[in-house]
C-alpha cells in the first residue's frame, strides 16, 4: 500500500489541470522548501507560463480557487510568479499517519516493474589479506541489495573473485621457488599465502624471468594441470573462509560465491563466438577485439593473450554471459572504485558487439575512496594499506570507550557486552561511509564516527533505543497506542516526515544510492527528538493524546529500525553508556 501524502494531492491536482484544460504532466508537488509557509509546494504554472505564452500567477491563481474546494487543504496561496503553496489539514494528515502504523509495509509500496536483478561487489582478490580498499564495496552493496528487495525486486548477489588470472600464476610459482614443489601447499594459512604473494609481487616487478614464469604457470592452470589446480583449490578455500569471516563481521552477505574460474568454460564460448561474429582478430601473437574510439582512445580488449592464458577482461564478459543465460538477470549492477571505469566501459562494449545479453541492462556504479585526515587513502601508521580486520577492531575499540564493563550492568555479562559491541561498531562504520553520496570518497573520522551524537550510526540506534524505553515503560504502566491527533506544532512536523518514507526508499532504489536513507534516518531521528522534548507522553494532558503521541513513537521507531535494516545496520533493544564517558 503506497501512502504517499503526495500521491493524493496529485490525483487531485490532475483532476483540476484536466477540467483547467492544463497539461497534467505537470500536476505534481514536492515537499515544500519553506516549511513555515507550506507543507507542499505545485511549481507545474510557471512551467506551463512558459507553453502557454501566459503570466505564470495567473494560471497558479486558476489552479489554487479548485483546490481550495479540496477538503484536505487548510490553506492554499500563490507566492512569487506563481509558486502554489499548500498546507494540509491536521485531520488528514493524521488519518494517513494512522494507516501507515497499521500498515505492514509502514506505507511504503514496491517498484511498478519488479525485475531480476543480479548485484556485483565484493571482488576481493583470493590470496590477498583484505584492506579498507574492501570497505565501500561490500558495504553499499549489501546495502542495495536489501532495498532492491524491499522494493520488489528478485535479487541474487555475487562477490565475484578474483581468483583465475596472472596472481595464482606468481603465487605458485613463488612456493615453487622457496619449497622446491607444491607439496607443503595444502598447510599454507592465509597469513602465509598472502607473504607469498607479496614475496611474488616484488620478484615479478624485478625480475623478467620470474614474470614470464608466472604466465606459463597461469596458462597451464588454465588449461588443466592437475597440480596446479590442486594447489590453487586450496589457496581458494583458505582464502574464501578468511574473506567470509571479514564480511560476517560486517553483516555483508552473498547469494553466490562464484569467481573467473567458475566463466572458464563460457570464456572458450565467447572466444568461438567472436571468431565466428569477425570481431576479433590476431595483433602479435594475442586475440583481441578492436572498439570504437570517441572522445578519448580505448584501448583493445585482449581476449586470448600470446601465451594461451585467457585475458582478465574475458573473464568478466563470459560471466556475464552466464548471468543472462543461467541466472535469467534483467540487470547487472557493478560495484567498484572509480579506477575501474575503462575497464566497466571496454566489457559493456565487447558484450554489445558480441550480442550475448542483448536485453540485459549493464550499470557499473563507481565509489570514491576511504581516505584519512590526510585526505589520502587510509593507512597504517606505518604507511601500510590498512587490513580491514584491523579498521574492525580498531572500531571495536573505540566504541569500548563508551560502553560499560562486563556486568557493570546487570544482565550485561561479557557476551552482551561484546555484542552490543559489534552492533555498535559495524552501525559506526557502515553509517560513515553511506551517509557520503557513493560517488564521492570520505574522510573516515575514527575520533567521531563512533559517537552517541552527531550524524553518526550509533545516534540513530540510540534514538531507537530511546523509543524502546519509553514504549517499555509505557506498557508497564498500562498504556497503549491510539487514534493519532495532531496538536503541537512538533506532533505535525513528525507526521509529515514519516509520510516521506516511500519517497526516500523509491528514491533510493531508482539512484542507487544509500545515502539518501542514510540522510532522511538522520534527519528524522532530530525531528523526532523535538518532538520528544516538546511533547511529554507518559505526561500528557489527556489519555487520548498519551495514546496518540505513542504510537507516533512506535511509528517512529519502526520506520528507523526499517531504515537501518535497509543501511544493513541492526538496532540493539537498549543502547548503554559507561559513566562519566
Known sequence: MNLLLENKINSELCNIFQKLELDDK????????????????CN?????????????REIGTAIAAELEKCDFCESISVDGPGFINIKLKNDFIAQNTDAMADDARLGCGI???????ILDYGGPNVAKTMHVGHLRSGVIGESVSRIERFVGNDVTCDVHLGDWGTPMGMILSEIILQDGNLDK????????????????????????????????ITAKLQGGDEQYRRA???????????I??????????????????DAHEACGEIVKIAQAKGISEVDAGAQIIRLAESNKPKPPVIIVKSDGAFGYQLTDIATIKLRADDLHADEIVYFTDNRQSLH??????????????????????????????????????????????????????????????????????ADEINKLTQQIAVAAIKFQDLKNTIASGYVFELDDFAKFEGKTGPYIQYAVARINSVLRKADANGLQTGK??????????????????????????????????????????????????????????????????????????????????LLGIEAPEIMLKAENK
Not at 516549511?35 to 509546494?41: E, K, Y
Not at 517498484?111 to 536483478?117: A, D, F, R, Y
Not at 585526505?375 to 601500510?384: E, S, V, W, Y
Open 26 to 41: 505537470f500536476a505534481f508537488v514536492k515537499v515544500s522548501d519553506r516549511a513555515d509557509l507550506s507543507d507542499f509546494q
Open 44 to 56: 507545474g504554472a510557471l512551467a506551463l507560463a512558459k507553453i502557454m505564452h501566459k503570466n505564470p
Open 111 to 117: 517498484t511498478e516493474n519488479p525485475h531480476k536483478v
Open 185 to 216: 601447499v595444502s598447510s599454507y594459512d592465509i597469513a602465509q599465502i598472502t607473504e607469498f604473494y607479496k614475496q611474488a609481487n616484488i620478484r615479478c616487478k624485478e625480475d623478467d624471468n620470474a614474470r614470464e614464469n608466472a604466465r606459463r
Open 232 to 242: 590453487w583449490e586450496h589457496l581458494r578455500n583458505e582464502s574464501i573462509k578468511a
Open 244 to 261: 567470509k569471516a571479514n564480511y560476517e563481521q560486517l553483516d555483508v552477505n552473498f547469494d553466490l560465491w562464484w569467481g573467473e574460474s
Open 344 to 413: 566497466f566501459e571496454q566489457i559493456f562494449e565487447v558484450v554489445q558487439k558480441l550480442g550475448i545479453a542483448p536485453d540485459v541492462k549493464l550499470q557499473h556504479i563507481m565509489f570514491g575512496t576511504v581516505n584519512g585526515a590526510d585526505g589520502k587513502p587510509f593507512k597504517t601508521r606505518d604507511g601500510g594499506v590498512m587490513d580491514l580486520e584491523t579498521l574492525i577492531e580498531m572500531s571495536k575499540d573505540k566504541v569500548r570507550q563508551s560502553l560499560p564493563k562486563p556486568d557493570e550492568v546487570e544482565g550485561y555479562g
Open 484 to 565: 493519532i491527533i495532531l496538536e503541537a506544532p512538533e506532533e505535525r512536523a513528525l507526521a509529515l516526515k514519516l509520510a516521506q518514507v516511500h519517497n526516500v526508499v523509491m528514491r533510493a532504489h531508482t539512484d542507487k544510492e544509500p545515502s539518501i536513507i542514510a540522510e532522511y534516518t538522520h534527519s528524522l531521528a532530530q525531528v523526532f527528538s523535538t518532538f520528544y522534548n516538546a511533547c511529554p507522553m507518559m505526561s500528557a494532558a489527556t489519555p487520548e493524546l498519551a495514546f496518540s503521541r505513542l504510537k507516533l513513537a512506535k511509528l517512529t521507531r519502526d520506520i528507523l529500525k526499517l531504515m537501518l535494516y
